[in-house]
């Protein structure tokens, strides 16, 4: 009674690990709007975004509306990343540059995606899409 009770546990535990694992299908709509990483979009210009300790390398960064980019993001010091929400935007260490079509003029927050530490929550820039 026990060996099978213990076999059905396996089994049911492996099912849920199993559906757990794998590939995401999210369906929240990852690639909306703004998000095309990479995906076959040739970027006609290119902007890199340079951090250092608590600043980036520019107070203010120009995009064009419909023009994709390539963003790339080079870290000099310490540990940061960049993080535009409204243009679904997120690049460190790990995930250094992506291509983005840019749909919607106006003036964006990026922020630095990390927590760097004393210095973190002034650590921001504006991006203009024009």
């Not at 990483?37 to 600043?55: F, H, Q, R, V």
């Not at 993080?83 to 922020?111: C, H, Q, W, Y």
């Given at each position: 009674m026990i060996?099978?009770?213990?076999?059905?546990?396996?089994?049911?535990?492996?099912?849920?690990?199993?559906?757990?694992?794998?590939?995401?299908?999210?369906?929240?709509?990852?690639?909306?709007?703004?998000?095309?990483?990479?995906?076959?979009?040739?970027?006609?210009?290119?902007?890199?975004?340079?951090?250092?300790?608590?600043?980036?390398?520019?107070?203010?960064?120009?995009?064009?509306?419909?023009?994709?980019?390539?963003?790339?993001?080079?870290?000099?010091?310490?540990?940061?990343?960049?993080?535009?929400?409204?243009?679904n935007l997120?690049?460190?260490?790990?995930?250094?540059?992506?291509?983005?079509?840019?749909?919607?003029?106006?003036?964006?927050?990026?922020?630095?995606?990390?927590?760097?530490?004393?210095?973190?929550?002034?650590?921001?820039?504006?991006?203009?899409?024009?």
């Amino acid at each position: 009674m026990i060996r099978r009770f213990t076999i059905l546990l396996s089994i049911g535990l492996l099912l849920v690990l199993s559906a757990c694992g794998g590939t995401s299908s999210n369906t929240n709509d990852a690639t909306s709007k703004n998000e095309t990483a990479d995906a076959g979009i040739t970027a006609k210009e290119e902007l890199i975004i340079t951090a250092a300790n608590y600043s980036f390398d520019q107070k203010t960064y120009h995009l064009k509306k419909g023009v994709p980019v390539k963003i790339i993001f080079k870290n000099e010091s310490g540990n940061h990343g960049i993080l535009i929400p409204e243009l679904n935007l997120r690049l460190d260490g790990k995930d250094a540059s992506r291509v983005i079509v840019p749909d919607e003029a106006g003036t964006f927050e990026m922020t630095c995606a990390i927590m760097c530490g004393s210095g973190h929550s002034g650590m921001s820039a504006q991006v203009i899409v024009e």
